[in-house]
């Protein structure tokens, strides 16, 4: 008798909501960890090529923190596809300007680069205050202790 070993499919996958509190916390230990949940790691049934993970609700993004130089030292950079259309953004005037953006960024990076990293980005919702418009979908709390 041969025993097969289990590949979890979407479907079995019983998809829960979190809101994670990002104020005070360090942005790239934050970000690793919320990457973790959204590709499903914390999953018993975890399988690398199918999409096992939670959604994640990101509150107060503008309150992260960034150690170190990171604030000037650190940029985000985006190209035009023109001559000299490269623009670079240092992460303290995005934290300043877009500060989802920088959350956003991070686990992006954390993600796989192909069609399941761009579909598991989408379980991603980041605001920079304290009220989200998730409210129906009774996300529980996820207190993430760093």
């Known amino acids: 008798m041969k025993k097969y070993t289990y590949s979890a499919k979407r479907s079995d996958n019983k998809e829960k909501w979190y809101v994670v509190d990002a104020e005070g916390q360090v942005m790239g230990r934050l970000a690793s ?18 999409d096992t993970g939670d959604w994640i609700v990101v509150i107060n993004a503008d309150k992260v923190v960034l150690t170190g130089n990171k604030l000037k030292d650190k940029f985000y950079h985006r190209h035009s596809g023109y001559m000299g259309g490269l623009t670079s953004t240092s992460a303290g005037d995005l934290l300043k300007k877009r500060p989802e953006d920088v959350l956003r960024f991070a686990v992006r990076g954390m993600l796989p680069k192909n069609r399941l990293g761009r579909d598991l980005n989408k379980k ?19 207190k993430i202790e760093l």
């Open 33 to 50: 960890m919320i990457a973790a949940r959204i590709r499903g790691k914390f999953n018993p049934m975890y399988t690398p090529h199918t």
């Open 124 to 142: 991603l919702h980041v605001y920079s205050g304290s009220e989200h418009p998730h409210a129906a979908q009774n996300p529980d709390v996820l």
